[in-house]
Nanobody, 124 residues
Framework: QVQLVESGGGLVQAGGSLRLSCAASGRTFTFITYTMGWFRQAPGKEREFVAA????????YYADSVKGRFTISRDNAKGTVYLQMNSLKPEDTAVYYCAAGPTVAGTPNEYRYWGQGTQVTVSS
């Protein structure tokens, strides 16, 4: 059984920062061979791509809305992926999910495993 567990969400004022973590585990899960992504979903909206980091190259990819503010990174030894979020805006408010898949993709259905999500709320 593969588990992805997010943490680090919370309430922050606009302009503030948060760091999300996602720890992966599972007897048959080889973290280093999976691309890791972050998605978010606000109430009444579809789940949208935020960022991804390739397992093969370590290259990173971002949605235009977060480019320059968010940074995705991974620690393969710890089986953990991070999302550093700076200069947060009220429109960043959403439930944030981490996901694991075989390749870099911007659509949710390309990812195989999902965490339960962590709430991020940015007040104005």
């Amino acid at each position: 059984q593969v588990q992805l567990v997010e943490s680090g969400g919370g309430l922050v004022q606009a302009g503030g920062s948060l760091r999300l973590s996602c720890a992966a585990s599972g007897r048959t899960f080889t973290f280093i061979t999976y691309t890791m992504g972050w998605f978010r979903q606000a109430p009444g909206k579809e789940r949208e791509f935020v960022a991804a980091i390739s397992w093969r190259s370590g290259n990173t990819y971002y949605a235009d809305s977060v480019k320059g503010r968010f940074t995705i990174s991974r620690d393969n030894a710890k089986g953990t992926v991070y999302l550093q979020m700076n200069s947060l805006k009220p429109e960043d408010t959403a439930v944030y999910y981490c996901a694991a898949g075989p390749t870099v993709a911007g659509t949710p259905n390309e990812y195989r495993y999902w965490g339960q999500g962590t709430q991020v709320t940015v007040s104005s």
